[in-house]
């Protein structure tokens, strides 16, 4: 029974900062990489942040400088640090785990995701 669950949206002011949390459990396989993609209305989920187990990170042009992505080393945990926030950055925030069931094949899981908002 995989979980993966996130936490720490909530409404922040243009250039304020949030922190998001995100946790995975319930499977036996490892962790091959976690990540945080968005969605706002009326548009795409788009890729925000990826960290993998290796610790490679990767980032949207649109965050690069201002969010960081990082773990804990104890558990299956991400985090998402969000500075200088932005009003275009409002969107449901979605955490992915993906665990490696074979060499070259990953399953992904998604949480629920969970509401940023910046307006003043």
């Known amino acids: 029974q995989v979980q993966v669950v996130e936490s720490g949206g909530g409404l922040v002011q243009p250039g304020g900062s949030l922190r998001l949390s995100c946790a995975a459990s319930?499977?036996?396989?490892?962790?091959?990489?976690m990540g945080w993609h968005r969605q706002a209305p009326g548009k795409q989920r788009e890729l925000v942040a990826t960290?993998?187990?290796?610790?490679?990170?990767n980032y949207a042009d649109s965050v690069k400088g201002r969010f960081t992505i990082s773990r804990d080393n104890a558990e299956n945990t991400v985090y998402l640090q969000m500075n200088s926030l932005k009003p275009e950055d409002t969107a449901v925030y979605y955490c992915?785990?993906?665990?490696?069931?074979?060499?070259?094949?990953?399953?992904?899981?998604w949480g629920q995701g969970t509401q940023v908002t910046v307006s003043s």
């Open positions: 960290l993998t187990s290796g610790g490679n990170t």
């Open positions: 992915n785990a993906d665990f490696q069931r074979q060499v070259n094949l990953n399953i992904r899981y």
């Open positions: 319930g499977s036996p396989l490892s962790i091959f990489a």
